[in-house]
């Protein structure tokens, strides 16, 4: 049974460009959430998605957009990247039923230069 | 808000030593507790939970008691390995509102052999 996938790894991008991170969440599940940790910090909640909609969102600007699959697969987007950006991108799955046990992905290492 | 506290790191044990690693949370009503462990280079794995006051979570000789009382949820070991070595992440959920982790800062532990 395979976990919770993020792709890629390590992504290295300049200020100014966009970047897309990817998800596939634990099988069995449908409700991805997103958390970005800088470096040294906790993770911070993002937005989740459920039913390919945007359900719940935390303190980050539009910039950060993102979509959910018919497949419960889900990309982040970033747009106008700076340099504060920099930071793991980490991908979450739940059962929307009992979705506060999260299995969490290994994570996007994104660098912005 | 909701909020979690935990105590700063980093913390360094002799291996058998005895781990404590205090954590406290603000919330508007009685959320569920977490500690997730995250080992380097690698994303969050769940390793116990409580759900309600006085409940006590464990998972491979780690325990913590759910303190309503103190608002608490300390994680506690008898006798800690060099391969504990990690960084600890107290987490809280409330089904209400944003119904997302609110993660503390993490503590990082370092156990020598």
């Known amino acids: 049974d395979a976990g919770v996938t993020q792709s890629p790894t390590h992504l290295i991008k300049t200020r100014g460009q966009q970047v897309t991170l990817r998800c596939s969440p634990k099988?069995?599940?449908?409700?991805v959430s997103w958390y970005q940790q800088a470096l040294g910090q906790g993770p911070q909640f993002i937005f989740q998605y459920y039913e390919e909609e945007e359900r719940q969102r935390g303190n980050f600007p539009d910039r950060f957009s993102g979509h959910q699959f018919p497949n419960y697969s889900s990309e982040l987007n970033v747009n106008a990247l700076l340099l504060g950006d920099s930071a793991l991108y980490l991908c979450?799955?739940?059962?929307?039923?009992?979705?506060?046990?999260?299995?969490f992905g290994p994570g996007t290492r994104l660098t912005v230069l | 808000g909701n909020s979690v506290t935990q105590m700063e790191g980093p913390v360094t044990l002799s291996e058998e030593a005895f781990l404590t690693i205090n954590c406290t949370y603000t919330a508007t009503g009685y959320p569920s507790l977490f500690w997730y462990v995250q080992y380097p280079g690698e994303g969050l794995q769940l390793l116990l939970k409580a759900t309600k006051a006085d409940d006590k979570g464990s998972n491979k000789g780690f325990e913590a008691t759910y303190r309503k009382e103190t608002t608490s949820f300390h994680l506690e070991k008898g006798s800690v390995q060099v391969s504990d070595s990690a960084v600890y992440f107290c987490?809280?959920?409330?089904?209400?509102?944003?119904?997302?982790?609110?993660f503390g800062s993490g503590t990082r532990l370092q156990v020598q052999p």
């Open positions: 987490a809280s959920f409330m089904d209400t509102g944003r119904r997302a982790l609110t």
């Open positions: 979450a799955s739940s059962l929307e039923s009992g979705y506060n046990e999260q299995f």
């Open positions: 099988s069995g599940h449908d409700t």
